[in-house]
């Protein structure tokens, strides 16, 4: 029996985008004849994901599932709209959440973890990808978890339970009653899918974003031409104003448009009458910043008429 190494492997793998225990099988079964291994797959309908592969996949699924102190949060793209429509896509990206939920959010790792079926995830995108025709990437995976408290989830205009194209987690920490403290995080979550803030806390801003941010107001103000004292606290007040824009517990919350997220959390603290500790939030909103393809539909006819 001819040996079948590593490379070779990856070589076939290369040549046809098929799963790496589909390649394996595919030169076992060909006595490592690479070329008829080609065929093999071929005919299996496993090889179809190579010419996929270059297209650009922007939609498909953001699934988001949470079980008391734990929630995932996953993407799943497509080319088009209508395979999030499909029903063995959509209990594919089900499945790729709940694997995340109970063995964490990196995606090489998980890309290698078994289904109930037997199948790796990569393995199992493959076959997808050949079933319907598109090419398809599972993009990103994130988990939150507490030791004590909940992480509450929504999802936005969802297609079916747990799916659709903008899903929010919302950690909270406490020892409050678990029913009263997901019913807040959610309404925090759908405050979070709504505003779309990028970061927890003042503390947690990136530096470099809010060194960016205020050379931006200060030369701004400078223009104004007034002194220095009074740029320096108008650059002050626009930074304040900067952080209720893009942090989360200095948002207003959208649902009664007036009262901060950080009083909200301290609300509902009182009414459990035990400390309540916003400890986190991620948000997966579909396709976000993947460069989608722009058809110019009347180059495209003439292109085809050799024009």
């Known amino acids: 029996m001819a040996e079948i190494s590593a490379s070779l492997v990856k070589e076939l793998r290369e040549k046809t985008g098929a799963g790496m225990m589909d390649c394996k099988k595919a030169l076992t079964e060909t006595a490592a004849d690479i070329e ?18 270059g297209r650009i996949a922007a939609e498909g699924l953001v699934a988001v599932v949470s079980e008391g102190s734990k929630g995932a949060l996953v993407e799943v793209n497509a080319e088009t709209d209508f395979v999030a429509r499909n029903e063995q896509f959509r209990g594919f990206v089900k499945s790729v959440a709940d694997l995340a939920l109970s063995t964490g959010d990196d995606v090489d790792a998980l890309k290698a973890g078994k289904l109930p079926d037997g199948k790796t995830i990569e393995e199992e995108l493959t076959a997808l990808i050949a079933t319907v025709g598109e090419n398809m990437n599972f993009r990103r995976a994130k988990t939150l978890s507490v030791s004590h408290g909940v ?7 969802a297609t079916v339970p747990g799916l659709g194209k903008i899903g929010v987690l919302v950690a909270l920490e406490s020892s409050g009653d678990a029913a009263k403290l997901t ?3 959610k309404q925090i979550a759908m405050h979070v899918a709504a505003a779309n803030p990028q970061f927890l ?4 801003v990136d530096s470099a974003s809010l060194e960016r941010e205020r050379a931006v107001l200060s030369e701004q103000a400078a223009a104004s031409g007034k002194p220095p004292a009074v740029i320096e606290k108008m650059v002050d007040g626009r930074i304040r104003k900067y952080y209720e824009e893009v942090v ?11 009262t901060k997220i950080s009083k909200v959390v301290e609300n509902a603290a009182k009414s459990l009458g035990v ?4 400890a986190g939030f991620a948000r997966f909103a579909l396709g976000e910043g993947i460069e989608k393809e722009q058809k ?5 006819v003439a292109a085809q008429l050799g024009h």
């Open 151 to 157: 992480v509450a989830s929504y999802m936005h205009s």
């Open 201 to 204: 806390s003042v503390d947690a």
């Open 275 to 278: 400390p309540v500790k916003l």
């Open 248 to 258: 989360l517990l200095e948002q207003v919350f959208v649902i009664d448009g007036e």
């Open 36 to 53: 008829a291994a080609v065929d093999w797959l071929r005919k299996k309908g496993l090889a179809a994901a190579a010419k996929k592969a």
């Open 183 to 185: 019913e807040v995080g």
């Open 296 to 300: 110019d539909f009347a180059a495209e």
